[in-house]
T-cell receptor, first 113, second 113 residues
């Protein structure tokens, strides 16, 4: 079974802090994604990556950046956390460009105070 | 623009049948996914339709009409454990031959005895 692991289930950070959310997948998937999930809005794509050191902006990239130095790891960075970034963050991976069935991590509930 | 609509909430009785509808308007279409998400857990894959018609998998079936921009998820012989959110997602082409998933806001289904 594919396993997508997010480093934290719950995080509380202060406004202005730099925040790192880590995601690791163990199935040699090429594609990795970061979403945030908010009530009434569903999952919205922040950034994605189709290869090591490659990144593409999703629909809501403002205030975020990402890093993919190794194939199995995709990090989401909040350069200066703000209260409107309080949300559930979900990482996902999929095999390659032909197969976009996404496998999700358990999610990180981030609260910015 | 990109728009995926599904009802916010539904309720149903244990043992009954429920149909969750999804309509979409996207700039491109390469398939439609349904995911199940229990509260506090990761979304998990249920079904994938790329051609018109019905796909059956045990108690769950999914239907697609590309000309109408419409899909539904049919759940039969409902069980209490089916209480969850159901997410409709369209696979939409982007540059470079890649695809991304665009999610609806999800339908929260409550099954009662």
């Amino acid at each position: 079974d594919v396993k997508v692991t997010q480093s934290s289930r719950y995080l509380v950070k202060r406004t202005g802090e730099k925040v790192f959310l880590e995601c690791v997948q163990d199935m040699d998937h090429e594609n990795m994604f970061w979403y945030r999930q908010d009530p009434g809005l569903g999952l919205r794509l922040i950034y994605f990556s189709y290869d090591v050191k490659m990144k593409e902006k999703g629909d809501i990239p403002e205030g975020y950046s990402v890093s993919r130095e190794k194939k199995e790891r995709f990090s989401l960075i909040l350069e200066s956390a703000s209260t409107n970034q309080t949300s559930m963050y979900l990482c996902a991976s999929s095999l390659d460009r032909e197969n976009t069935e996404a496998f999700f991590g358990q999610g990180t509930r981030l609260t910015v105070v | 623009g990109q728009n995926i609509d599904q009802p916010t909430e539904m309720t149903a009785t244990e043992g009954a049948i429920v149909q969750i509808n999804c309509t979409y308007q996207t700039s491109g279409f390469n398939g439609l996914f349904w995911y199940q998400q229990h509260a506090g857990e990761a979304p998990t894959f249920l079904s994938y339709n790329v051609l018109d018609g019905l796909e059956e998998k045990g108690r769950f079936s999914s239907f697609l009409s590309r000309s109408k921009g419409y899909s539904y998820l049919l759940l039969k012989e409902l069980q209490m454990k089916d209480s969850a959110s159901y997410l409709c997602a369209v696979r939409s082409p982007i540059s470079g031959g890649y695809n991304k998933l665009i999610f609806g806001a999800g339908t929260r289904l409550a099954v009662h005895p």
